[in-house]
């Protein structure tokens, strides 16, 4: 692939970098609709919500991460993700999420706070992220 159509994507959390390399593209579940960013998009600053973010290394493998909330910083063919958790595929089982998720959610119907609205959520996104490997 050419150099010049390659983008550089970080994905960092407050604990550490979770991604680092290059891309061919980048998909991230922006606050008013998911978005795709591809070779000379244009710069933006945009928040994000909990979701699946999709990278598409410039070796064509695809790597997906099940995000917390953040946002993403592009400009000039580099990518910041800079969120509040994020979970590999490739480290997530889904039977240990679907347990989690379970009591998460009994301690929601108890407690109805947004803390654990927000704990349901994450589960619920990183349950997805897991099962996509798997299809």
């Known amino acids: ?6 983008l ?3 994905i960092v959390t407050p ?10 593209s980048v998909s991230v579940p922006g606050s008013k609709n998911p978005f795709q960013i591809l070779n000379n998009h244009a710069p933006i600053v945009s928040t994000l919500d909990v979701g699946l973010t999709k990278i598409v290394d410039d070796k064509g493998n695809l790597h997906l991460y099940a995000t917390g909330t953040g946002f993403t910083e592009v400009h000039r063919n580099k990518i910041s993700i800079l969120v509040e958790n994020a979970f590999s595929s490739a480290e997530l089982n889904s039977d240990e999420i679907r347990t989690e998720l379970t009591k998460a959610k009994e301690l929601y119907k108890s407690n109805k706070t947004a803390e654990f609205e927000m704990a349901v959520l994450e589960l619920e996104n990183k349950l997805k992220c897991a099962e996509k490997v798997k299809n």
Request: charged share 35%.
């Open 1 to 6: 692939m050419e150099q010049e159509k390659i």
């Open 8 to 10: 550089d994507v970080e």
């Open 15 to 24: 604990q550490m970098i979770i991604f680092e390399g290059k891309a061919q």
